[in-house]
Each structure stands twice: as structure tokens, then as C-alpha cells.
């Protein structure tokens, strides 16, 4: 999907995290390494990952979805992650290169 006139320019910040049914050993492994650094007051660590898209789209809505859509189908593996996103407007495309 290409931006055309009048598009607006939108970021998404995404955060996938392993649902919390899932075992975390890589979270398992710095909670053990902060207590191990004497922070014995963290009761839990999950990792997970931190995606920026940029896009264009016609109105919030349509961005909304696609990157719903785009999370869904190829950010988190729905099976094993859960995800979130916070969509800010970036103004208008402009439609030059870049």
C-alpha cells in the first residue's frame, strides 16, 4: 500500500512480549542475574521486543488497522505473543522523496 496526496504520516511503536502462559528463559535468566547483583526486590523480568513502523495512511483508523494487521501477520507469532502498539501522527506526508 503506497501513501498518495493528502496521506498522513504515521509512527507506531509496537511491543511484542511472549503471552505470559509462554516460559521466559531469557527474562528467567536476568531476573537471576540482577539477584545476583543483590536488586533481590525484582520479583519477575520479561523480555520481548521493541518495533517502529513508519507509514502513511488516510486517517488514524487505517493506520490503526494496518499495523494491526502487519503485527499480526508478521511482527508477534500470535501463538506464543502478545501485542500492543501507541500510533502518533507524524504530519502530512508531503509526498517528497525519502
Do not use: W
Not at 30 to 37: D, E, S
Amino acid at each position: 500500500m503506497r501513501g498518495g496526496r493528502g496521506t498522513m504520516r504515521f509512527v507506531a511503536q509496537v511491543k511484542v512480549t511472549l503471552k505470559r502462559s509462554i516460559l521466559d528463559p531469557q527474562g528467567s535468566a536476568v531476573k537471576r542475574a540482577l539477584h545476583a547483583m543483590s536488586y533481590d526486590n525484582v520479583l519477575d523480568v520479561r523480555i520481548g521486543k521493541h518495533i517502529e513502523v513508519t507509514l502513511t495512511a488516510d486517517s488514524a483508523e487505517s493506520a490503526q488497522r494496518q499495523v494491526r494487521e502487519i503485527t499480526d501477520k508478521l511482527l508477534a507469532n500470535p501463538v506464543i505473543e502478545d501485542f500492543s502498539f501507541d500510533l502518533s501522527e507524524a504530519g502530512n506526508d508531503g509526498g517528497g522523496a525519502g
